[in-house]
DNA sequence: TTACACCCTGTAGCAACTATAGGGTCAAGC
DNA sequence: GCTTGACCCTATAGTTGCTACAGGGTGTAA
């Protein structure tokens, strides 16, 4: 399998799967004579798990310790199940902050009462209290 | 007024500040005879436009075109509408992607039976379909 | 005078890629 | 047999929005 391959299985650029291999995520793969990049099926299987992973927005540090720990099949996947969950409550604050963004640039826009830019709301909603000039 | 008083009005680092000038968000200010930079007011208001449009989520590069927006006083504010609409529909995307995400990671954790990895059902969730190695 | 907080410039680092330059390889079609 | 085009290679620099040095200068107070 060709990296141009495994790249498209996998929905991933060819420059990320270089990438991921030089900072060790990956593999290197054999070459072939003409140097090009051979992978084989469990190339395929890791790379799907760290696409996967990334999807679900674990960072590549977290995905790092995620195939560390998977490849070690005897321990428990208490360790496993702690990084998901930290991941979970992360995305959670980021939720609830991004929601109360919403509302508040929601509020600011509802305020626009498309005047000119002179007494503009959503300008004076950006400045501190009265700026003159 | 000097960088550190300007930057602590601000609730913004000093070196941020300096960062701000460098890419020219931030006209480069009066200096001392020592050389240290010399802030007026009109500095301390639009560094404070600044830091509530970043704090809302607007990129640099938007933030600099609502300052230059909001410069021409006479100009109908559409465009400033413009752009916070756009905005808001991109935190509206991301708070629905993150939702999304939530849940699935939420219920991949929910899966976990806490045995060991090699049954682990968070582990299996991230592999392709059924992965021999 | 010496300690300390503050200021200066310039550069490198962070995450997680993405893009570019400047090449080599290979199969198909003329 | 030769060219075209799609693919591959390495190495390096760029992206966003800062942050953190390194290696200096300045100002004030005890």
Redesign the pocket.
Known sequence: M????LASATAT????V??YEKISLLPPPAR??????AYGSEHLARLSFIRRA?DLGF???AVRELLTLSDDKAQSCEAVDGIARVHLTEIDRKVTDLTALRNELDRVIGSCRHGTVADCKIIETLGPRNTKR
């Not at 060709?2 to 391959?5: A, V, Y």
């Open positions: 060709k990296i141009g391959e650029k060819v420059e990320t270089r990438y072939t004579s003409a140097n090009y990049r990334r960072t590549l540090e």
